[in-house]
């Protein structure tokens, strides 16, 4: 499902193909897991051991005939992404990551700006949804800036299953975060 590629802020967006899965899978673990992710302020790293990610589950959301992986480019460089999902009346919204050492200047507002103006104007999405880790709560309040709501509804962490990570604490869980669009 791809789509011309636009322009903002120097940045060009495009959907992602099954050639960037390797470099995408090195971004979203660069940004989430091991001693790499520290140079950011997105970093799981205390919580979560293991991986983030893998190419099977990069592979699904780049195929994903109801879906998108858009990858953020800065002069041909990968520099950003997320997963945008349609689902019926909303866009699911996941697998953001920034480069570490780019994080922290306004390029993760860029790029979820550029989700969701793609996921009203392309899909007609009356919302956003996104599940957080609640231990995030300085990534909770990043997005509730950016106008999403906590909704409290909650879903347990896939403790055993390694594809989502090695926990280090026994209280993990998701909440569920909707913003309206458009």
């Given at each position: ?112 700006a550029e989700a969701e103006r793609f996921a009203a104007a392309e899909w007609a999405a009356r919302e956003m949804h996104m599940t957080v880790i609640t231990a995030r709560e300085e ?44």
């Amino acid at each position: 499902m791809n789509t011309p590629a636009t322009r903002t802020a120097a940045l060009t967006y495009r959907g992602a193909t099954e050639a960037d899965v390797e470099p995408l899978v090195a971004l979203i673990e660069s940004a989430y897991r091991g001693d790499a992710s520290r140079a950011g302020w997105t970093t799981e790293a205390d919580i979560l051991g293991g991986q983030r990610t893998d190419p099977e589950g990069v592979t699904a959301v780049v195929r994903n005939a109801d879906g998108r992986m858009m990858v953020a480019e800065r002069d041909g460089e990968l520099i950003a992404c997320c997963q945008l999902e349609r689902r019926g009346d909303h866009a699911y919204f996941g697998m953001f990551a920034v480069r570490p050492g780019q994080q922290g200047g306004g390029l993760g507002k860029m790029v979820l700006a550029e989700a969701e103006r793609f996921a009203a104007a392309e899909w007609a999405a009356r919302e956003m949804h996104m599940t957080v880790i609640t231990a995030r709560e300085e990534l909770i309040a990043w997005y509730e800036r950016r106008g999403y709501a906590r909704t409290g509804r909650r879903t347990p962490f896939p403790y055993g299953d390694e594809r989502f990570g090695v926990p280090r604490r026994p209280d993990l869980e998701f909440e569920l975060l909707v913003k309206p669009l458009g």
